[in-house]
């Protein structure tokens, strides 16, 4: 691959909102670590390490990420205020009340000795697995959709230094109300039925929020005759076909219809009985095989209404592949985890920037050093996925490197090395020409 000279301008133009994080030589390690994520073939420190032009030993940017003295901290306030600028900027692409939706994914490893990895089932696969498990928070507001936070998840017999242990739902409990208080911009709490709990309703509850989450059947409700679980409940009402109508959700690019009956009921799990949305939904008219079941805290909420705020769920997956195809989520071999958590930090903080696009473009003359503000959401019509941004700032540093070529070559008034240069026949030659001129 090329060597790099210069940063992609998306990764540039964010550098000033990262000085107070980091001393100089860490701002430098920061560009390139979060560069190397978004461009090179192979995320491992060396790999990235050896794509810059005139670069130090792997080992600077490896105490990067696992030893350096720079705040977590500080960062994650910087990442958070990225974020809030970002969003400002693009408030005509983000009209609408935000969701914000939670889920986890399998970070799988093979290395035995890495910090708190362990075995975790892998449903995709249908069984166990050697990896880190990832809880993550993400916001979908207009269209924007962008990772907020995550947290990594630590079985109790990992717990040997007295920390309190902590379940996915108390993680998931503490990103929200860090969101909220970070000022994120949502309106909706949006889960599946994991993250379905009376402590993740009553918090979602007391900060304002509409909380919709996916049920479980056996979830008990009350009827004139008593208690009874939804999938009883359901078959009461099954054969009074009238009560299910059609509602078209938009999941993805397409759309599906399903059959729906919505109803207010008291929930037992709830606050001790609290009154609850429940729409109950099958995905053909005849009303066969298991119905999904949804519920909500808002019970004028209508059934098309909360399963298209529930679809939005597939937005969250949507950067689960993103990340671990196109900037590296997986692809780290830190032993320890702070060196893990860093990385993830900054493979959110790589997504943050190319879904939030660059706030810099070449000036007319095409000189980057000269940097002027532009419409941050411009080029989405053109840049819909995160894997065709990568591909614009692969592009960026490959003109920037051929037109440093050349123009060391006028310099030189050799074509025949600049031919050399751009086949890179020898690229230490090059960079020791380089140092010449």
Same mark, same amino acid.
């Given at each position: ?172 409990? #503490? %990103?929200?109300?860090?969101? +909220? $208080?970070?000022?994120?911009?949502? &309106?909706?709490?949006?889960? !599946? ?61 397409s759309k599906h219809t399903y059959w729906c009956c919505e109803a207010n009921l ?19 008219? #005849? %009303?066969?095989?298991?119905? +999904? $079941?949804?519920?909500?805290?808002? &019970?004028?909420?209508?059934? !098309? ?133």
């Open positions: 691959m090329l060597p790099i000279v210069e940063y992609p301008s998306v990764v540039a133009s964010y550098m000033p909102a990262f000085e107070s994080v980091f001393t100089k030589p860490q701002r430098k390690n920061f560009a390139r670590y979060t560069s190397g994520l978004m461009i090179s073939p192979n995320r491992s420190v060396s790999a990235m390490n050896d794509l810059f032009y005139a670069h130090n030993d792997q080992s600077a940017l490896n105490n990067f990420i696992t030893d350096s003295t720079w705040s977590d901290d500080e960062f994650d306030r910087a990442r958070y205020r990225v974020i809030l600028d970002g969003l400002k900027k693009r408030s005509g692409d983000c009209e609408g009340d935000g969701v914000l939706l939670m889920d986890d994914t399998l970070s799988h490893k093979t290395g035995k000795h890495m910090e708190y990895a362990g075995k975790f089932y892998d449903h995709a696969d249908g069984g166990y697995t050697h990896a880190h498990d990832v809880l993550t928070t993400h916001l979908v507001k207009g269209r924007l959709s962008i990772s907020l936070d995550f947290w990594i998840y630590l079985k109790k017999e990992h717990l040997e230094d007295g920390r309190a242990f902590k379940d996915k739902n108390q993680m998931a409990r #503490e %990103l929200v109300e860090k969101a +909220h $208080f970070n000022g994120i911009p949502f &309106l909706y709490v949006v889960g !599946d039925s994991w993250f379905f709990s009376a402590e993740t309703a009553e918090l979602a509850e007391s900060l304002g929020k509409v909380w919709i989450f996916e049920s479980k059947s056996d979830r008990v409700v009350l009827m004139p005759n008593g208690w009874i679980s939804l999938s009883e409940w359901v078959k009461t009402i099954q054969i009074q076909k009238e009560r299910f109508r059609p509602v078209e959700v938009r999941y993805q690019a008291k929930m037992r799990s709830i606050d001790g009985g609290k009154r609850v949305r429940v729409v109950a939904s099958y995905d053909n008219p #005849e %009303l066969e095989g298991e119905p +999904h $079941f949804y519920c909500s805290n808002k &019970l004028d909420l209508k059934a !098309d209404k909360l399963l298209n705020l529930y679809a939005k769920r597939w937005k969250i997956d949507s950067f689960y592949r993103d990340a671990k195809q196109n900037l590296g989520m997986e692809e780290y071999e830190v032993r320890k985890i702070r060196g893990v958590r860093r990385h993830l930090a900054m493979v959110l903080t790589a997504h943050t920037f190319l879904v939030m696009g660059s706030a810099v473009t070449q000036s007319s003359n095409g000189d980057t050093s000269k940097l002027r503000s532009i419409d941050v959401g411009r080029a989405d019509a053109c840049l819909e996925t995160i894997g065709s941004r990568c591909r614009l700032a692969y592009k960026e540093v490959l003109i920037s490197f051929i037109t440093l070529v050349l123009r060391m070559g006028r310099k030189l008034k050799n074509d025949a090395w600049m031919i050399a240069s751009l086949a890179l026949s020898s690229r230490a030659k090059l960079e020791t020409d380089f140092a010449k001129v």
